[in-house]
């Protein structure tokens, strides 16, 4: 973490040495660094010099209109998409060009804002694929279920079985993902980063399309994995109230550009973030 | 210098073979951007219109066979034979039948089902269509002649002999191959663009959803764009099965329009022309090139090796629509 | 007896994943396995070696080659013609080159030629997607069937152009060749469909076989979560071709003993497989076999009604044949795009509530 000292870019107050949140949580260094990311789709900038950071432990919201960028800012940090401009610093590394797997590999998990799970296979199996990393025995000893395959198998599925417990999944464990409810998709999904112990979860609009106990619920299960687990949080969403209350730091983004970021009280009381909300002409 | 006339005689035949296979190609496009099926079924169709044409013209008895094997007669031919326009108007008729019949009892099944499942039953239509055509009219090898012109044009060998001195050796059907399959490609064209029935079918092409919420019936389309492509089928079944006579091989043009389409991207009409074009001159001179070297019939499968070599650089064809991937 | 989960507690996680996690099915299993292996030697005779079973076990090896790739991994091949054409060619040359070696090792080491061979040609899956992959299978069909055809080498520069299988024994059982009883054939033919089934199974059940339904369900989610694409295509591609070329290679040297490529590796292979990966189901081990028992049976049945029943000329018989198996396909895709396994699958689902269904 030589070079957390040496970053004039992200031009935040927050310490280098971490922070204590409101409610009373030590956050740690800096985690991930992104430095002046921009991001074209031929003509169009969809994200414009964009830097911020994200710290050990905390949860980070990514905030802003429709079309602001934000889905995109995720897809940049899973390797999907390779941006023009700007670096990525995982760990005080500088990340390289990397593809969306090695990314994976790193400890970076994530789920989707239009659910991206695997209708064709059970719950348990779709969770277990989250594991795919932690799994080292052969093609050979996978084909003859000989040694190493099927002890790690099982040292996966009990892992995998905590997970099901934590998020209360016991009794669709062997349903198909593709008969199950919206609201449990997602929580499935959310099972399946969670399978692969990451470092840092990416959130995409975990609580979107969800009745209030469902967000509720989601709510805790985000607020115990970072508890629970250590494990950091980056998350978009579009439920101001849940964001708030959830978060520890903000980045409110308008067409690509940031426009804010703080704690969720410096957030809501910057005029340019309200004036975003409100619609105010842009010039 | 003999070597080059060679070459562009084999350029120029390979142009007009281009066009043969761009009308079967155009088929496939027509089909799949109106309903999003890849109608491998294709060339069986053509089949089935060239079996369907001869056995009007001749006066056959359909299912022959299957009647004398029921009940022991000894029907083979009715006593009339019938005109070839006639003939061709009342085989296109059977091709609009067949399209009502295939919307009625596979299509409206298949809603909203993978694209890789409508392509597989069309594999299963195609077998059906093969068997049903044999056994409606008999397997054996028939010749088709609707009047078209055969044979090596003199006025060309000799012209060229004047200019050149070197006769080109051009078929005359060929010729007129490549004249109506280009009327063909124009009057689509021109009903896709420019008719009511046109727009509404490139409206389903792009959403059936919002298509449907503006009134067009997907039913009535997809009837009408399984008749266009039948059409196309009975032309370029009467072409190649005046060529070469019609039978079973007919049926596998179909697979030497799939690497068109797939340079031409699937959904362009100009790039299945062009992708037509570049496939038969290249089979030929490659043919005519390479082939001695290695054995010759090339043919078989230079069109697929090009085609692949090709979509591993631009996968969306040469015309076709750029893919932008999301999550 | 009634078949029941109820008193099947799994205590362990080993358990709960096995292949029959109901007793009453792995009794069955265990019954037709030993069946299979030890009555049917004993009864067999030609006509049912050469009519049903011999291609009924080589098909089934096809099919589950094909179902890893196409029902597992979503990539749609219509190119096992030709890759079957591979493993003949390539145990041809094995069993002419090295007389001493077992056959058992040329037809296993014609599996892994097949394999490289299909991975080559499962290269372009990672830039192409869909159907446009299925046409470029095509290409592997029609360049492979064509090298084979032209050049000499591959068929030692027979005049026929034909390859022949010679004579090779197991444990002093002739297995190839005209002198091979039935049951020797058929007892060759199992072990390697029962090897087959159970490496298939292995691979399904585990790490690599939930990479290759997470690129079959969404490739891109699939990436993103930490499949390798590369890896995960192209070993479906090269266990798949593993498995179809050692069907190429027993069709070719145990069943046929001479064959011709365009004849026996031609297209309508590649469509016949991919019928009965269809008809049996997509992505099961248990589907393989029924849809290659299916589609051997049928003809075999249709023959026995339409010519031997009905009197009909056999080429009429034929072209009715096409006719159902082209109607049976659309059939299947419309009503139960899972196949008989899925079929199969709810009348165990009936018969566990049986008798009494509320």
């Known amino acids: 973490m030589t070079d957390i000292e040496s970053n004039p870019l992200t031009g935040q107050p927050a310490p280098a040495e971490g922070y204590v949140t409101a409610d009373g949580r030590q956050i740690g260094g800096v985690l991930m660094d992104l430095r002046n990311i921009t991001l ?71 789920t989707f804002q239009n659910i991206a799970l695997f209708d064709g296979m059970t719950v348990l199996d779709n969770i277990m694929t989250g594991r795919l990393n932690k799994t080292k025995s052969g093609f050979l000893s996978q084909a003859l279920w000989w040694g190493a395959a099927e002890r790690e198998e099982i040292a996966n599925r009990e892992q995998v079985e905590r997970i099901i417990d934590f998020l209360e999944i016991q009794n669709i464990r062997k349903t198909p993902v593709g008969r199950l409810p919206y609201g449990l998709k997602k929580r499935v999904e959310l099972a399946r980063a969670l399978a692969a112990e990451p470092q840092i ?50 980045v409110v983004m308008d067409y690509g550009r940031k426009i804010g970021d703080g704690s969720p009280d410096e957030v809501r009381n910057n005029q340019e973030v309200i004036d975003a909300y409100l619609g105010v002409a842009h010039d | 210098m003999d070597q080059l006339f060679y070459a562009s005689e084999v350029f120029i035949n390979g142009l007009m073979t281009g066009v043969m296979y761009s009308l079967v ?51 083979s031919n009715f006593s009339w034979t019938v005109g070839p326009v006639v003939a061709i108007l009342l085989t296109a008729g059977v091709m609009v039948l ?70 080109f050796f051009i078929d005359r059907l060929d010729i007129w191959a490549t004249i109506i399959a280009a009327l063909l490609v124009a009057a689509l064209v021109a009903f896709s663009q420019y008719t009511k029935q046109g727009r ?128 | 007896m009634f078949y029941r989960e109820a008193g099947n507690f799994k205590t362990s996680y080993r358990d709960d994943g096995q292949t029959f996690p109901i007793k009453l099915d792995r009794m069955g299993y265990y019954v037709i396995l030993g069946v299979a292996a030890m009555v049917v030697p004993f009864v067999i005779n030609d006509y049912w070696a050469s009519a049903v079973l011999l291609p009924f076990l080589i098909y089934a090896i096809a099919a589950i080659g094909l179902n890893i790739l196409t029902g597992y991994a979503g990539q749609v091949s219509l190119g096992t013609g030709g890759f079957m054409a591979v493993g003949a060619y390539s145990v041809y040359k094995l069993m002419t080159a090295f007389p001493d070696l077992s056959i058992l090792i040329h037809v296993l080491l014609a599996g892994g030629i097949t394999a490289m061979v299909g991975i080559a040609f499962g290269l372009p899956s990672l830039r192409i997607k869909g159907f446009y992959l299925a046409v470029a299978t095509l290409a592997a069909q029609f360049f492979l069937v064509w090298l084979f055809n032209k050049v000499p080498w591959f068929y030692n520069y027979s005049a026929s152009g034909q390859i022949t299988a010679p004579e090779r024994t197991v444990l002093g ?44 369900d969404m490739d891109i989610a699939a990436e993103i979560i930490g499949v390798n694409p590369l890896t995960a295509k192209l070993s479906a591609f090269g266990v798949s071709s593993f498995f179809v070329g050692i069907a190429g290679a027993l069709l070719f040297a145990v069943y046929l003993g001479a064959a011709e490529v365009g004849e026996a590796f031609g297209i309508n292979k590649s469509f016949l ?14 589907g393989s076999f029924a849809g290659a028992a299916f589609l051997v049976l049928l003809p075999v049945f249709l023959k026995n009604v339409l010519v031997g029943v009905l009197g009909w000329p056999t080429d009429l018989a034929a072209h009715i044949e096409l006719m159902i198996v082209g109607a049976l396909i659309i059939f299947f895709l419309i009503v139960e795009p899972h196949g008989l396994a899925r079929l199969w699958q709810l009348v165990k689902e009936k018969l566990r509530l049986w008798p009494f269904p509320h």
């Open chain 1, 40 to 110: 074209r789709f031929g003509g169009v900038e969809a994200i414009k010099n964009i830097s911020f950071d994200v710290r050990e432990g905390e949860i980070r919201a990514i905030i802003g209109p429709n079309g602001a960028g934000k889905s995109s800012m995720l897809n940049v940090i899973s390797g999907f998409y390779v941006p023009q401009e700007g670096e990525v610093w995982f760990k005080g590394y500088k990340r390289g060009p990397m593809r969306p797997y090695e990314v994976a590999r790193l400890g970076i998990a994530r």
């Open chain 1, 201 to 250: 979860l990416l959130l995409d609009e975990p609580m979107a399309g969800m009745n209030v106990e469902e967000k509720e619920d989601m709510s805790r299960f985000v607020l115990d994995v970072n508890d629970e687990f250590g494990t950091t949080i980056v998350l978009i969403e579009h439920d101001m109230g849940v964001v708030m209350d959830l978060s520890d730091r903000v």
């Open chain 2, 25 to 75: 190609a155009l088929g496939f496009v027509l089909i799949f951007k109106a309903s999003g099926v890849f109608n491998y079924a294709q060339g069986v169709m053509a089949l089935f219109a060239a079996l369907t044409l001869v056995g009007i013209m001749e006066g056959q008895v359909p299912f022959s066979h299957l009647i004398n094997a029921t009940f022991g007669t000894h029907l």
């Open chain 2, 98 to 167: 067949l399209a009502i019949v295939i919307e009625k009892l596979v299509l409206q099944h298949l809603v909203g089902q993978e694209p890789i499942i409508l392509f597989m039953a069309t594999i299963g239509l195609a077998y059906f269509l093969e068997g049903l055509g044999d056994v409606m009219w008999g397997a054996d090898i028939k010749t088709l002649d609707v009047g078209l012109p055969q044979g090596i044009s003199d006025t060309i060998e000799q012209a060229t002999a004047n200019w050149f001195g070197y006769g």
């Open chain 2, 200 to 327: 509404a079918m490139r409206a389903v092409a792009d959403d059936h959803q919002a298509a449907l919420s503006v009134g067009i019936s997907l039913q009535f389309i997809w009837i009408m764009v399984w008749s266009i492509a039948g059409f196309v089928a009975l032309v370029a079944g009467i072409m190649w099965g005046t060529k070469s006579g019609v039978q079973f091989s007919l049926s596998l043009i179909a697979l030497k329009a799939l690497p068109v389409l797939m340079l031409g991207g699937f959904t362009s009409i100009p790039g299945a022309i062009v992708g037509g074009l570049i496939i038969g001159v290249g089979e030929k001179l490659f043919e005519f090139f390479v082939g001695p070297m290695v054995g010759g019939a090339t043919e078989n499968w230079f069109a697929y090796v090009l085609a692949l070599i090709f979509l591993v650089f631009r996968p969306q064809g040469l015309f076709g629509e750029r893919i932008i991937e999301r999550v």
């Open chain 3, 173 to 216: 059982w002739a297995v190839t060749g005209p002198a091979a009883s039935p049951a020797a054939k058929y007892l060759v033919c199992l072990a390697f469909v029962i090897f087959a089934a159970w490496v298939a199974r292995n691979l399904t059940r585990g790490m690599i076989g939930r990479k290759w339904m997470a690129i079959r």
């Open chain 3, 273 to 286: 497989v991919l019928f009965m990966v269809i008809i049996g189901g997509l992505g099961s081990i248990f």
